[in-house]
Nanobody, 114 residues
Framework: QVQLVESGGGLVQAGGSLRLSCAAS????????MGWYRQAPGKQRELVAG???????NYADSVKGRFTISRDNARNTVYLQMNSLKPEDTAVYYC????????WGQGTQVTVSS
């Protein structure tokens, strides 16, 4: 049974930074492309960053240049460094495989105040 546990969210002022972590268990983590997703109130969940098993990254245009996704295969963990945060980044952030095939975790709330 795959389990994903996100952490690191919080309340931050616009322009601030946060680092999210996602610990994975129950899967051969290093083989999987992973992604960070977010869901704002009243909106659909969207993919904001992805990373392949080999470390190739891609980003949504809305976060490009501000967010950085990385992974530590030895720790079965994927990270999202978020800089220059904006109020529109406010959402619950989740990690999952790039195709979203695993059971979703509880997510971590990120709130950016103006």
């Amino acid at each position: 049974q795959v389990q994903l546990v996100e952490s690191g969210g919080g309340l931050v002022q616009a322009g601030g930074s946060l680092r999210l972590s996602c610990a994975a268990s129950g899967t051969i983590f290093s083989f999987n492309a992973m992604g960070w997703y977010r869901q704002a109130p009243g909106k659909q969940r969207e993919l904001v960053a992805g990373i392949s098993s080999g470390g190739i990254t891609n980003y949504a245009d809305s976060v490009k240049g501000r967010f950085t996704i990385s992974r530590d295969n030895a720790r079965n963990t994927v990270y999202l460094q978020m800089n220059s945060l904006k109020p529109e980044d406010t959402a619950v952030y989740y990690c999952n495989s790039r195709s979203g095939t695993y059971p979703w975790g509880q997510g971590t709330q990120v709130t950016v105040s103006s």
